[in-house]
Every structure is written in C-alpha cells, then in structure tokens.
C-alpha cells in the first residue's frame, strides 16, 4: 500500500503562466521523490505600469513517501 502527500510550491516567471507551471515542477522533482501528479491551486500575475511583469502559480504536487 502507497502512501502520499500533498504539497504546495509558488513558482514565478516573468515570460508565462505555462512557464512558472514547468519551473515549479522541475523545482519539485529535485527535492521530492516521487512526484505522480499536480494542479493549479492559483493564478495570479505583477503588474507594473501596466505591463505583466511576473506570473504566478501556486501548485499542489502530490507524491508518494518511501516506505
């Protein structure tokens, strides 16, 4: 029997969504073992004089413990 654990990572980029998204799970593959899926929990995106300047994803990764 498997069990998991669900964790949140903020990840930022200034160039996209999709691009913060696959930052912040490459992030996660080096420090969690075992990563088997994740969701957008948040969006969110830095304006300054009118122009996007960072976007934001909050994620939820879940992978499983070692046993």
């Not at 969504?17 to 969701?39: P, Y």
């Amino acid at each position: 029997m498997s069990v998991a654990r669900v964790t949140e990572i903020i990840a930022a980029s200034p160039k996209s969504f999709d691009d913060a998204i696959h930052q912040g799970i490459a992030r996660a593959n080096k420090t969690l073992q075992h990563v088997k899926s994740a969701w957008i929990e948040d969006q969110k995106m830095d304006i300054e004089d009118g122009k996007i300047t960072q976007y934001r994803v909050a994620l939820k990764v879940t992978f499983v413990l070692n046993e």
